[in-house]
Each structure stands twice: as structure tokens, then as C-alpha cells.
């Protein structure tokens, strides 16, 4: 697709009903042939100026280490500008060279997603770079805490990551409307459920009704004492309320709609629901794992650098941390929905579980889901692999700082709160990793159930308890949040 044109598709229809276009025709700037040569001399001079201008500033910027400054975000600015004229002039003079105007259709959507890729990335640049000068003249004397260069790896990082995903998802989105729907439509699957037999129904909607309310209740109490105690502003607090929000929303998704159907006895659940559960299921998966992550992360330079823990945690780092988890969580969830879409089902829609998985759902469709498992790896590894492997890390170098302590008490106690917390992150990631990436022929659906439901269920009601409702701080918060009702009912 060209920016500088219309385009229109050739092609006709398959047996399948299905749109076969196989290339499109980008109809120019001009169709007069006496103008094409001096449209072609003339964009070939802009495009070689831009190239040259650009590269030498990459070039000098890479060469002097003076310039070596938050300020010259300006290289990945002009390596954006280079490879955004390099998207679609070269197309545009090779067409009015050779008089051709067709372009293929896997062209049409590698120029697509090229130029939105560049497109994003230069007006996220431009931001940054606003930003940067804003805090060179406003905040002076803390510029070199705000622009730190980890920062500014983090800003570029997170540049380049969310074009790309923009950028992804629209490719996505065209090509689905490029691909008719299958004849056959879904309107509903049903939700088998927990494999447990029909006395049991009541006792068991009990039990999970309790857990649910727990979840939900203590998790929220720690929202309200962070938000409402001042001594609790601090970067660890901070990424605990994250995480207990997380935990209801993640319990949220899964827990309501197993207790209907275990009391209404109705197993159906529409299609467009399912797909949403599945969404939001695979939303705070992901956003639980970087925020476990990030937690790792800021007890390691509590206890490892403790004099520089103020510097390196600051509210802009904690804030960008938090941010780039909710967008890379978003974009995950949303690239595999928007591959689900595109696959069709067979006549069985009984999904083995008690909510909609994406693996039982790859499972009933009759379409090549080779897709959906390569990008249900590789997200794998960057949203569930990566962060366990960092907090691993985090606690390596914890015990390694502990062990150096004299003190035999503070090491029992501090070994006490990290074995508590590895065991949960074990529960939590060992599971997720069995059954998605290491999922065994001879494993039954009701072990592959029980293990979903430690997870789903069992993790979000122990994480208050473990990680706040034992903490010194969070009790003395509770004591005065109600000594200040007391007060305030007399």
C-alpha cells in the first residue's frame, strides 16, 4: 500500500469462498507519461539527500563521544526518517521507471507494516524528545536522575517495541479482512467444567464461592491501606497494589462465570464471550508475570544496593515499569485473539475446562493452528521464561547478599520470606509451564484442570497473605486504618 496513491485489488474468489488477490496496483501520483521523468529526478534527489543527511548524522552522533547524551535521541530519529523514505520511494521511482504499477500482495502488507513500524517510531521519538528538553529546562538539577541512561534505554526500548506491536496488530487486522469467514459460524462452546460428579456441585460451589470472596476482599483491603497510608508510598507498594489488582481482576475473569454455571447448571458460553475471557485470561497472565518481575527486580537493589535504592527506584522508573507491563500484556493478549479469530471450528465445541484456554481452544479448530503455537512460544519465552529468569536472578543475588550478613536471626528471617516467596512463584510458573509448553499426551484433562485451578484460583488468594498480610508494615497500616474509624464512629 502506498501512501502516495489509492490501490485497488485484482483477483477473483476460490472454491472456498475466500479472496485469492494476489497483487494490487498503486495508481501513482501521475498518469501523464510526460511528467514521469521529472517526477523521477526529482524524488530521486529528495530521497538520496535524505538517505545522506540522516546517515551522516547517525554517523557523527556514533563517532563523538560528546554527543553520546539523552539529547541526541536525534540518531534513532534520523535511522527512522532514513528507513521511512526507504519504505516508499524506492517502490514509487521503480514504478515510474519501468511504467509497472502492480505490487504483490505479501509486498503490499511488508510496505504496510513498514511504514506504520516507522511512522509510530518517529512521533514516539519526537515525544521522547520533548520530553527530554523539558526536563533539561524545567528540572535542571535533576536531570541526570530523570534521564538516566537506563531510562532512555528503557524509552527507546519501549519505542521501538510498541510500533512494532501497533504495527503487527494492524497486519493482523488486514489480512483477517482479507480471508472471508468459514461457512460454518460459532455462536457458543461449552464450558465442561470442573471434573467433579453432581452431588458435589453445592459443596464445591461453596468452596470456590469463599475463596472468590477472600480473593477479592483481601486483596482490595491492601489497595485501600497503600492507598490511604503515606508510610506505604514507596516503590515496593507500589508494584504490591499493581499485583493485588491484578489478582482480582485475574480471579475475576475465570471464578463468576464457573460459579454460574455450576449453579445454573448451564454450560454454554457465546463465542464473543469466550473469545473476551480468553483475552483478559492471557491480559493479566502476562501482567502478573512482569509485575512479579518488577517486584524481583526492586527488593534486588534494596538489598544489594541499598545506599543508591532512592536513585535507581525513582517514581519515573517505577511508573515506566508498570506502563510498558500493561502495554506489552495488552498487545500479547490482543495478537493471539486476533489469531484465534481467524480459525475455524469443527462440529465438537466441548472445551475440557472451566473457562476458555487457548490451547483447548486450538485444540477443537479445524484450521492450520501452526501460527498460533509458533506465537504461543515465542510470546512464552518473552512474557513467562524471561521474567521468571530475572527473578531467579534478582533472588541469586539476594541470598548471596543475605549470606554475607553475620547474623544468624536476620538471614533465618530473610531466607523465611524469600523461600516463601519463590514457593508461590514455583507454583505459579510451574504449572503455567507445564501445561503450555511442556504439555504431555498421557496427561489427563482433569490434572490439566487442577493444575489451572492452582493458579487461577489458589495463587491470587495466597498473595495477600504472603506478601503483605505478614508484613510488620502492612499490620501497623490495618491498626491504624482502624484505630482512625474508631475515632471517627465515636
Known sequence: MSVFSPFRRCGGMDQNNQSSATEFLLLGLSERPEQQ????????????????????????IG???????????????????????????PKMLVNIQTHSQTISCG???SQMHLFMTFWALDDFLLRGMAYDRYVAICRPLLYSTLMSPLVCVLLLASCWVLTKLAALLHILLMERSMTRENQSSVSEFLLLGLPIRPEQQAVFFALFLGMYLTTVLGNLLIL??????????????????????????????????????????????????????????IFFTDLENFLLSSMAYDRYVAVCHPLHYTTVMGQGLCTLLVTVS????CANALCHTL???????????????????????????????SLNELAIFTAGVAVIVLPLICI??????????????????GICKALSTCGSHLSVVSLYYGTIIGLYFFP????????????????????????????SLRNRDMKEALERLLHRAKVLSQ
Open 440 to 467: 504431555s499426551s498421557n496427561t489427563s484433562r482433569d490434572k490439566s484442570t487442577i493444575a489451572s485451578v492452582m493458579y487461577t484460583v489458589v495463587t491470587p488468594l495466597l498473595n495477600p497473605f504472603i506478601y
Open 224 to 281: 485501600l491501606l497503600i492507598r490511604l497510608d503515606a508510610r506505604l508510598h514507596t516503590p515496593m507498594y507500589f508494584f504490591l497494589s499493581h499485583l493485588a489488582l491484578t489478582d482480582v481482576s485475574f480471579s475475576s475473569v475465570t471464578v463468576p462465570k464457573m460459579l454460574i454455571n455450576m449453579h445454573t447448571r448451564d454450560q454454554s458460553i457465546p463465542y464473543a464471550g469466550c473469545v473476551t475471557q480468553m483475552y483478559f485470561f
Open 37 to 60: 521523468p521529472l517526477l523521477f529526478g526529482i524524488f530521486l534527489a529528495m530521497y538520496l539527500v535524505t538517505m545522506l543527511g540522516n546517515l551522516l548524522i547517525i554517523l557523527a
Open 107 to 109: 509486498g503490499c502488507l
Open 339 to 369: 489469531l484465534l479469530t481467524r480459525l475455524s471450528f469443527c462440529v465438537d465445541l466441548s472445551i475440557p475446562h472451566f473457562f476458555c484456554d487457548l490451547g483447548a481452544l486450538l485444540k477443537l479448530s479445524c484450521s492450520d493452528t
Open 392 to 409: 531467579l536472578i534478582s533472588y541469586g543475588c539476594i541470598g548471596v547478599a543475605i549470606l554475607k550478613v553475620p547474623s544468624t536471626k
Open 326 to 329: 500493561w502495554i506489552l500484556s
Open 63 to 89: 563517532s563523538d563521544p560528546h554527543l553520546h547524551t539523552p539529547m541526541y535521541f536525534l540518531a534513532n530519529l534520523s535511522l527512522a526518517d532514513a528507513g521511512f523514505s526507504s519504505t516508499m520511494v
